[in-house]
């Protein structure tokens, strides 16, 4: 069974540009979220999807979006990109949502993205 | 809101020796929790999680750890580390109900010397 894939793996970005992240989860898996990481905060939770509407949402500004396809892939957007949005963005996936008892996310290899 | 403190930033053992990596949360009932390690430029694998009943739970690549309700811990444990076993490690805590968004540690660093 194939894990979560996260592309692109690497990302250079100028300040002010926009970028999209994808997440593909575990088969048959309906719920994804999302997390940055970086050296000054740590891991931090932006958001989850469960099948296409989200449910939870992190402390972060309204530059940060995502979305999630009927196949259960996701997208992370952020806009207007800012230096410290420099981090590793982690995707997880789940069967049933971080609601649910006893359920377990399986996290993808992340995006470490760059912005110069 | 809950929390979660690594009180140990980096910790240093030698091969073969006992390891514990301290983990303490604050939360108002019981919450669900997850120890994950990352080994660099990777993401995060589940190593052991606590929902409820016995409260010491065994989790993969030899490693335990145990609920302790009243002093809210749930330290992580190896009685032999491997040097594979170098990492960084996150103690992780989500409710158990309500908006049941997790909240990470800020990770403790395993070294291991030869």
């Known amino acids: 069974k194939a894990g979560v894939t996260q592309t692109p793996r690497y990302l250079i970005k100028t300040r002010g540009q926009q970028v999209t992240l994808s997440c593909s989860p575990i088969?048959?898996?309906?719920?994804v979220s999302w997390y940055q990481q970086t050296p000054g905060q740590g891991l931090q939770f932006l958001f989850e999807?469960?099948?296409?509407?989200q449910r939870n949402k992190g402390n972060f500004p309204g530059r940060f979006s995502g979305r999630q396809f009927s196949n259960s892939r996701s997208e992370m957007n952020v806009s207007t990109l800012e230096l410290g949005d420099s981090a590793l963005y982690l995707c997880?996936?789940?069967?049933w949502g971080q609601g649910a008892a006893n359920t377990e996310a399986f996290f993808g290899q992340g995006t470490r993205l760059t912005v110069v | 809101a809950q929390s979660v403190t690594q009180p140990d930033i980096h910790i240093t053992v030698s091969e073969g020796a006992s390891l514990e990596l301290r983990c303490n949360y604050s939360?108002?009932?019981?919450?669900?929790l997850f120890w994950y390690v990352q080994s660099p430029g990777q993401g995060l694998q589940l190593l052991l999680k606590?929902?409820?009943?016995?409260?010491l739970v065994q989790g993969i690549k030899g490693f335990e750890a145990e609920f302790k309700r009243s002093q809210s811990s749930f330290n992580l444990r190896k009685p032999s580390v491997h040097w594979s076993d170098a990492a960084e490690y996150f103690c992780?805590?989500?409710?158990?109900?309500?908006?049941?968004?997790?909240?990470f540690g800020r990770g403790t660093s395993l070294i291991v010397h030869p």
């Open positions: 997880a996936s789940s069967l």
């Open positions: 088969s048959g898996h309906r719920s």
């Open positions: 999807y469960f099948s296409e509407t």
């Open positions: 939360y108002g009932a019981t919450p669900y």
């Open positions: 606590y929902f409820s009943g016995d409260t």
């Open positions: 992780a805590v989500r409710p158990s109900g309500g908006s049941y968004i997790p909240t």
